[in-house]
């Protein structure tokens, strides 16, 4: 089996820097840490490599300092690691990204399964994995937590809101993991030590031989209007006395807002 994994490095709180005229998220001048519900993602498609005698291709389609994010992928089990980027990509909503990703897809396949983790914590949109798979013309099943794999399809049990759903899913299929789904192993130590000695293909928007009007900002019909930092303008006052005071007073402002 030939997997691929999508990798997203998001910024890691207190780094997040925004464009004021494009109002996106600065990348390159964040620092990136790897989207934790991907390392779902990416050790389910270890384990699964495993169980199977296949490969784990993990791509991510991010700037020139997400690297250190393929390598610690190597280190929790991937075999080849790809950055997909370009100036040209910046700016993407999740279509951009996912036709990137799809475009990637066709150049470094054919793959068996492709994993992505269910959602991004810096979008939370979960729509990435199937319009990735729509790019593609596969199947696609969200939100998995169970994977048993056999000859030409997986048996795989979903979440849903009020429950689960049991499936079989025919190969080649594109699957988001679920929280749920397993604990992530720590990093080999084997691994570690050849990082050093690992490439990490860096592939460009000619490469993967991507239409410029699909990419970027330009290939995005979601359109960020204004962002902002939020404030807090509480107040706070602080109430002394004894038990009894503290207690009356507390429940005084308490029914002047109408609380109780």
């Known amino acids: 089996m030939r997997i691929m994994c999508c990798l997203k490095p998001v910024p ?18 964040s620092e990136l840490v790897l989207n934790p519900y991907d390392r779902y993602a990416l050790e389910a498609a270890v384990d699964l490599a495993e169980k199977t005698g296949g490969r784990v291709v993990a791509v991510s389609m991010a700037p020139p300092n997400a690297k250190n994010i393929l390598l610690e992928a190597f280190a929790f089990g991937a075999d080849e690691l790809v950055l997909v980027s370009d100036r040209a990509f910046a700016g993407a909503d999740t279509l951009a990204t996912s036709y990137t990703l799809a475009c990637a ?13 269910k959602v991004s914590v810096d979008g939370e949109t979960a729509q990435v994995g199937p319009e990735l798979a729509a790019w593609l013309n596969l199947p696609s099943v969200t939100w998995v937590k169970e994977i048993t794999p056999h000859e030409g399809y997986l048996d795989l049990v979903r979440t849903r809101e009020f429950g689960e759903e049991r499936l079989k899913a025919r190969l080649p299929l594109v699957i988001t993991i679920e929280n749920e789904a397993n604990i992530p192993r720590p990093p080999s130590i084997k691994r570690l030590l050849k990082q050093d000695e690992v490439e990490v293909k860096v592939l460009s928007a000619k490469d993967i031989e991507a239409q410029e009007d699909y990419l970027g900002l330009k290939g995005s019909p979601t359109q960020v209007v204004d962002t902002f930092a939020p404030e807090y303008q509480g107040k706070r006052e602080l109430i002394s006395g004894s038990a009894e005071e503290v207690s009356e007073r507390l429940l005084s402002i308490l029914k002047e807002r109408g609380l109780i």
């Open 105 to 117: 897809a066709k150049k470094l396949g054919p793959f068996d399964l492709i994993i992505c983790g």
């Open 12 to 29: 890691k709180p207190g780094s997040v820097k925004i464009d004021p005229e494009t109002h996106t998220l600065k990348r390159e001048e």
